[in-house]
């Protein structure tokens, strides 16, 4: 396997393993594997089935090009398209219009999330980038790939803003909302799903620069 498959493959498995992880911390009552440390924001649980559904939808693609697998990508894509589009609906109309959550209800009121199990905007417009990304690079045509790449370096930027405001303890850059943030865990599996997105169509013109085997592919 290719390297630039390697990198995708591997994003992807850690999408899915922070996904797993979460749900695990959740089920066992443990903030570390929720949060990593008591001060952080808890990741929910509806953002960890998130994870696994776009880490699986890039995984599944690696092994084979048939078009049995580019359909189930692409509606796992759309999944998260529609998680996004619900999640930014329950923030406006103040209550949780659908969720996972609700099986945790009573552990999830106990964090600072309101309305209880609705994400962050920013997490549920991520996850809408993401589902474009996933939907859009599979496309046997050029152009949508390099809107889905566009998606994804997109949703890379957000979680590059939301990883400097934990670091520097500026809350402005990762909780937009009133009672609500986008967690590390959270950033850190959008930072694995958009990865491996970039990383799906490596000999695609951006991602050339990095995974051709010409000079200026080795340089960078």
């Not at 690696?62 to 996004?84: K, V, Y």
């Not at 964090?111 to 993401?130: D, W």
């Not at 790939?145 to 520097?168: D, E, K």
């Amino acid at each position: 396997m290719p390297y630039p498959s390697r990198v995708a493959t591997t994003a992807s498995l850690i999408a899915i393993g922070i996904g797993i992880m979460v749900l695990v911390g959740w089920a066992i009552d443990s903030h570390v594997l929720i949060s990593i440390h008591p001060g952080f924001i808890v990741m929910l649980p509806s953002t960890a089935v998130g994870a696994i559904v776009g880490g699986a939808a890039i995984f599944i693609l690696q092994f084979g090009d048939s078009a049995q697998r580019t359909r189930a990508a692409r509606g796992l894509g759309l999944l998260l398209i529609l998680f996004g589009i619900l999640s930014l609906v329950s923030r406006f109309v103040g209550d949780a219009v659908a969720g996972i959550d609700q099986l945790f209800y009573a552990k999830v009121a106990a964090h600072q999330y309101r309305p209880i199990g609705v994400i962050a905007s920013n997490s549920a417009v991520t996850f809408i980038l993401a589902g474009l990304g996933i939907l859009l690079v599979t496309s046997p045509r050029s152009l949508p790939r390099s809107i889905g790449r566009a998606a994804a370096v997109t949703g890379l930027g957000l979680w590059g803003v939301a990883l400097l405001g934990h670091l520097y303890g500026a809350t402005a850059l990762f909780a937009f909302d009133f009672a609500a943030g986008m967690a590390l865990l959270t950033a850190m599996q959008f930072f694995a799903i958009s990865v491996a997105i970039l990383f799906f169509r490596d000999e695609d013109p951006g991602i050339s620069l990095l995974t051709g085997k010409d000079l200026a592919g080795s340089l960078m």
